[in-house]
């Protein structure tokens, strides 16, 4: 069992950032970041394998950029030049590495989520 532990969400104005982390109990994982919006459904934002190869979602690509400190069990979401539509609850998630993808059944953890919040 893999334990995601997210933090770092928050109120922010259009056109600023904010940086996601989210801590794993357990190494070697591929690692996603999705996001749900109220009524919407849940939508692929990043995911990075073990190895750095990382995947973006087309609304996001150019502003965000997922990381990884391996010795930390730890992945970042650096967003930038956020818009009120980015608003939303982020979900950290954790699947076999070299194999998650964009589908959020690629991915067997998740954790609670953060609320991201832009305001225009």
Known sequence: QVQLVESGGGLVQAGGSLRLSCAASGPSYAMGWFRQAPGKEREFVARIWWNGSTTYGDSVKGRFTISRDNAKNTVYLQMNSLKPEDTAVYYCAAGPNRRAGIS??????WGQGTQVTVSS
């Open 104 to 109: 959020k059944n690629d991915y067997d953890y």
